[in-house]
């Protein structure tokens, strides 16, 4: 058995040592009796007083030290890890637009799969699969994947299947083209910490075609951009990127953009750790583009040539392309070193505990039987 959060399994410990330490400092008055007279009390000085220390209710004592740690053992979150491998696979595997045929990554995939490695497809976005059998490419496939994402979505895996591995491999399926390589890519190829490989299949044929100018942008809007959803929580981030272009500055994230509007777009423009931040999709001969950007009109952001050079990127007229493959790209993904060791990643908190939710019952339950004991405690010194 591990522990997904063995901090609050310590703080447990530490708050029922507290609990015990207080119980021996706890001092209670005897309980007070009237006498119908004094006259047989001896008139004597007190010659001595004496502490009698000793444990007294052991069974409440027991029940709370036990609700303590039940409930410190649920946050820590405990899982049975399954049988270790030597070396675990994380599989990350085009299936955009830039690839030729999404059957051919399948085969590639269904060749490298083993039972306990991780699957996650990319476009622009990503999503684990359980089988190979499951690799295929969703309507509205954008027509250019993006390795950052897929890289992305590589290092999440490595999370989860970090508990039963001594190793993981990173393997990369994908013709990856010069389109899919953006700026950001070798910097979170980095994060992997260990080598890789590409494995490379056919990539559509080699295009380069503008679409009619943007008509209809939606830009700094103070109001809900297309196809972005609230957050669950409003974050700040400190930049945003396009092309070469980077704007510095304390942004507040109200919306984002989810898998299902990343299927049907590209990503033009992102924030410092990532995320979308600006998509354009194709709308019959229209290009549209919608832009989750914040910007305060008081300050002088307006007024930064590293602004002009941002706007000016947004306001380019949308641009299609498939490329050739990127030569380099074989290099940078397969790095140097040895494989990634499972204690490089850290661990994922989206694995499921079932033991957490029988530990916090229990708690509870005990919880119950504390009321019931200081119930019939309080009873009995009434009496």
């Known amino acids: 058995m591990s522990f997904l959060a063995p901090g609050f399994l310590i703080a447990a410990a530490g708050a029922a040592l507290g609990v015990v330490a207080l119980h021996f400092i706890v001092t209670r008055r005897p309980r007070a009796v009237s006498f119908p007279t004094a006259r047989f009390v001896p008139d004597v000085p007190v010659a001595a007083r004496a502490r009698s220390v000793h444990l007294s209710d052991l069974l409440l004592l027991a029940v709370r030290v036990l609700i303590i740690l039940l409930a410190g053992a649920a946050l820590a979150r405990p899982i ?60 509205g496939v954008a027509s250019n994947g993006s390795l950052s994402a897929g890289l992305i979505g590589a290092l999440r895996a490595g999370s989860r299947v970090r508990e039963g591995a001594d190793s993981v491999e990173l393997l990369v399926v994908s013709p990856a083209t010069r389109a899919e390589r953006d700026r950001a890519t070798a910097a979170i190829r980095a994060q992997w910490p260990g080598r890789g490989r590409l494995v490379r299949v056919s990539a559509a044929p080699a295009t380069d075609s503008r679409v009619a100018p943007t008509t209809q942008v939606s830009f700094l809007s103070a109001s809900r951009p297309r196809l972005a959803v609230p957050r669950n929580r409003i974050d700040t981030v400190g930049a945003v990127v396009a092309d070469e272009h980077v704007v510095i500055a304390p942004f507040e994230r109200r919306w984002r953009f989810v898998s299902d509007s990343l299927a049907h777009s590209r990503v033009i423009a992102r924030w410092v750790d990532g995320e979308p931040a600006a998509i354009e999709w194709d709308s019959a001969s229209t290009c549209m583009r919608s832009i989750a950007v914040p910007v305060d009109s008081t300050g002088d952001m307006l007024l930064r040539p590293s602004f002009a050079g941002f706007r000016a990127a947004l306001a380019r007229p949308c641009l299609q392309v498939v490329s050739a493959p990127d030569p380099e790209a074989a290099t940078m993904l397969a790095a140097t070193g040895g494989l990634a060791t499972a204690a490089q990643f850290p ?20 919880a119950i039987v504390d009321m019931i004991l200081r119930r019939s405690r309080n009873e009995e010194s009434g009496k």
């Open 80 to 139: 049975f890890p399954p049988q270790r491998e030597r070396v675990v696979r994380v599989i990350a595997a085009d299936v955009s637009g830039s690839v030729q045929n999404v059957a051919e990554t399948r085969d590639s995939v269904r060749a490298l799969f083993r039972p306990g490695d991780a699957v996650v497809l990319f476009d622009t976005a990503t999503w684990l699969v359980e089988t190979p059998d499951s690799v295929r490419a969703r309507a």
């Open 347 to 366: 661990p994922s908190m989206d694995v499921d505990s079932p033991l957490a939710r029988w530990l916090a019952a229990l708690a509870i339950a005990l």
